[in-house]
């Protein structure tokens, strides 16, 4: 390694660990003060507090780590731009593409890392978080599976769902048990599929049984279409379901298989799925547009305009992430290319900018 690439190794290495731990700091601050009111109504220990924020420490390295790099970058080239020092450089034969190879193994080393961490830390930790927030503050008595088959017992009812996917709002495989007072069976409803509508949810090809209490037989009615009010509501369901953030990549892979062959849609599944191994890259296309953004900055600009360039790409990613992963849930992209387009958009963009700025 040249003294070239030491120097740009060690300045990015130290302002990167600057820039985490005040994102970091900052985030968990907003947060504690966002939640504590609920941990002092449950009249649980300032010590479940701080082991709750703790243990989702991990999880919020992951989403800002990327952003952390940018800026970091962002920093380490603007000073070097505003003390001449690029011009230097370039006057002694140096390229911006020479300058930039400490830059890519960086990011590949922090995308490496990410997805490791992403798959050993992160799942356990947002597990014991998730189940910290549900049981002991929420009061929420289900307990969190992976499982498909979900049982949720209401007001004198019973209901199982065979598969509930929370992307869509979809239930499938649903089955509803009504009792009277001694608990008798006096209604059965049998659905292929149900759709939350902002109150009742929707039944598709129904098999309804009500009991004729003269002679005790049941009536069996067929419905195309059948509106029903359950006792619970999809974010009760959501916090039955285990996420795919609690999962690492074979687990849901795994799930994923299972889930297709029972004849089920796991769709939104797949998208998260590659999204495992697509996001950790986004560290590698950060560090380039970076450098690109900083290098083509001139003196008089400032490092306050490159940062605030840099932070305005950031959240068009994030946007343009965040819908493309929006369109795979409701299967208007595949999967993959809603996993992969931000990321393949943001490469071609980074490397128009390196190419001008060189």
């Not at 952003?67 to 001449?84: E, S």
Request: with cysteine.
């Amino acid at each position: 390694m040249s003294i070239i690439h030491k120097y740009l190794a060690i300045q990015i290495s130290k302002y990167f660990g600057m820039m985490l731990a005040m994102v970091v700091g900052i985030y968990v601050a907003v947060d504690f003060f966002e939640r504590i009111d609920d941990f002092m109504e449950a009249k649980l220990p300032l010590s479940k507090a701080l082991t709750f924020f703790l243990l989702k420490i991990p999880f919020i390295i992951v989403q800002i780590l990327p952003v952390c790099i940018l800026l970091a970058v962002l920093v380490v080239f603007g000073l070097m731009v505003r003390n001449n020092e690029i011009v230097a450089l370039k006057s002694s034969g140096v390229s911006i593409f020479y300058l930039l190879k400490p830059v890519l193994v960086m990011g590949l080393v922090f995308s490496i890392l990410l997805f490791f961490f992403s798959e050993s830390i992160v799942p356990i930790t947002m597990g014991k978080a998730n189940q910290i927030w549900l049981r002991e503050v929420r009061k929420e008595l289900a307990v969190i599976s992976k499982e498909k088959n979900i049982w949720i017992k209401g007001n004198r009812s019973i209901t199982h769902i065979a598969y509930f996917n929370p992307k869509i709002i979809t239930l499938y495989g649903i089955t509803l048990y009504q009792f009277d007072e001694k608990f008798k069976l006096i209604r059965r409803v049998d659905a292929e599929k149900g759709v939350f509508k902002q109150g009742p949810w929707l039944l598709d090809n129904v098999m309804e049984q009500n009991l004729n209490k003269n002679d005790g037989s049941y009536k069996i009615t067929f419905h195309e279409r059948l509106s029903e009010t359950f006792d619970f509501a999809p974010d009760n369901l959501s916090q039955v379901i285990i996420k795919s953030e609690e999962m690492n990549f074979k687990e849901l892979l795994e799930y994923i298989k299972k889930v297709e062959m029972e004849g089920y849609n796991a769709a939104a599944y797949r998208v998260d799925l590659y999204a495992k191994v697509a996001f950790p890259l986004v560290c590698i296309i950060m560090g380039m547009l970076g450098a690109g953004i900083a290098v083509r900055g001139s003196v008089t600009d400032g490092l306050p305009v490159s940062i605030a360039y840099g932070v305005g790409i950031t959240f068009l990613y994030w946007i343009f992430y965040s819908l493309c992963i929006s369109l795979g849930y409701g299967e208007m992209l595949p999967p993959f290319l809603a996993a992969w387009t931000a990321n393949f958009i943001f490469l071609c963009v980074g490397t128009l900018i390196l190419l001008n700025a060189d």
